[in-house]
C-alpha cells in the first residue's frame, strides 16, 4: 500500500472517533450544567470541556470566556478549532475521497451523508438545547455506522489494520484526557471525593465514555473513584479502556509487521506501553499519582503516533 493511502485512511479513523468524542464531552458537560447549582457547585464545567478536548489555549485566543454559547461554538463548528466536530467531518470527507477506492461503499456512504448533512442542516450551527441534542445524537451515530461498517465490510488487510490503528490511537488519548481532567483539574480542592458533585461528575464521566452501565456491570458497587480508574485504565474488557485500546494497538501493528516482513520501532513502542498497563496495579498507580501515570501515558500514546507516521506514512 502506497504510505500516502496508508495515511489517509489512518486519518480518516482519527477524525471520526475525535468528532465522536467531541460529542460526547459536550453532551456529558450539558447533562452536568443541567443539575442544580447545589450539585454543581462553583465549578465552571465547559471549562473543563475545553481542558478535556485539549484546545483550552486556543479558545482564549478567541472568545473572552467560558461560557455554553461560547464553547459549544467552538467545539462543535468553529473553522478557527482544527479539532471541531465540524472540521474533523470534512477532514474525514476530504481524506475518504482520497482513498475512495480503499473504502467499501458502505463506509463512504457513511462519511458522505454525514458531509451532506452536515453542510444542509447544521451549517448554521443551533438555536437550543433541543437542536444541540440531536446534532450531538447525529455525530455520534455517523461515527457507529462508520465504525461498524468498517468492522462488517472491510477486509482483514493492511487498509482495514492502518484505519484501526488510527481509531484506537485516537481513542487512547481521548480517555486518558477525560481521566486527567477528572483527577487533576476538575474537583475543586474543598470538595471532598465522594460527595454531590464528585459523584455527579464521575457519573458524567463515564457516560462520556459509554462505561456507566458497565461499571455497575463490572463492579456491582456505587461509583468509587479507584475503581473508575481501573475500569477506565486497566480493564482489557471495556472497549474504551486505555488497556484495550493497545491490546489493539499491538495486534494491528504486529499484523503489518507480518504482512510487510518486518517489525520496527512502533511494534516494539506499542508492546513497551502495553506491557507496562498489563504489570500495573491501581495501588501503585495512586500511590505515585493518577495525574503523572497518565500525563506519561499521553507523551507514550503521542510519541507512538510519531513513530507509527516515520515508520509507514511518509
Known amino acids: 500500500m502506497l504510505s500516502r493511502t496508508a495515511e489517509n485512511l489512518y486519518w480518516l479513523a482519527r477524525y471520526v472517533e475525535r468528532a465522536e468524542y467531541i460529542a460526547r464531552t459536550i453532551d456529558a458537560t450539558l447533562r452536568v450544567t443541567a443539575l442544580p447549582a447545589a450539585y454543581i457547585g462553583k465549578t465552571n464545567e465547559w471549562e473543563s ?24 461554538e467552538y467545539l462543535a463548528f468553529s473553522p478557527a478549532n482544527p479539532s471541531s466536530i465540524k472540521n474533523c467531518i470534512e477532514a474525514a470527507r476530504l481524506n475518504s475521497r482520497s482513498v475512495r477506492t480503499a473504502l467499501t461503499s458502505e463506509m463512504w456512504d457513511t462519511i458522505n451523508s454525514a458531509w451532506l448533512e452536515l453542510q444542509e442542516v447544521w451549517g448554521k450551527g443551533t438555536s437550543s438545547r433541543e437542536e444541540l441534542a ?14 461498524g461498517s468498517a468492522y462488517r465490510t472491510m477486509l482483514r488487510n ?47 464521566i463515564l457516560r462520556s465514555v459509554s462505561a456507566l452501565t458497565a461499571y455497575h456491570w463490572v463492579y456491582r458497587e456505587t461509583l468509587k473513584p479507584w475503581l473508575i480508574a481501573d475500569l477506565l485504565i486497566l480493564n482489557d474488557t471495556l472497549p474504551r479502556s486505555l488497556m484495550s485500546c ?31 498497563l498489563e504489570h500495573s496495579h491501581m495501588d501503585d498507580i495512586f500511590q505515585h499519582g493518577v495525574h503523572e501515570f497518565i500525563q506519561e501515558f499521553i507523551a507514550d500514546n503521542s510519541r507512538l503516533g510519531e513513530i507509527i507516521t516515520r515508520q509507514y506514512l511518509i
Open 49 to 72: 470541556a475545553l481542558l478535556t478536548a485539549g484546545v483550552s489555549t486556543s479558545f482564549y485566543e478567541v472568545y473572552p470566556e467560558a461560557s455554553e454559547q461560547n464553547v459549544v
Open 134 to 147: 440531536r446534532f450531538l445524537r447525529f455525530v455520534q451515530e455517523t461515527s457507529l455506522r462508520f465504525d
Open 158 to 204: 493492511d487498509a482495514y489494520w492502518f484505519s484501526r490503528l488510527g481509531l484506537h490511537l485516537e481513542r487512547a488519548d481521548n480517555t486518558a484526557r477525560i481521566l486527567d481532567v477528572k483527577y487533576h483539574v476538575l474537583l475543586p480542592e474543598e470538595e471532598h471525593v465522594g460527595g454531590p458533585l464528585d459523584y455527579y461528575q464521575w457519573t458524567s
Open 246 to 276: 493497545y491490546s489493539n494497538l499491538v495486534r494491528n501493528l504486529d499484523q503489518i509487521g507480518v504482512a510487510y516482513g518486518r517489525q520496527g520501532a512502533a511494534q516494539r513502542h506499542a508492546r513497551g506501553v502495553r506491557n507496562r
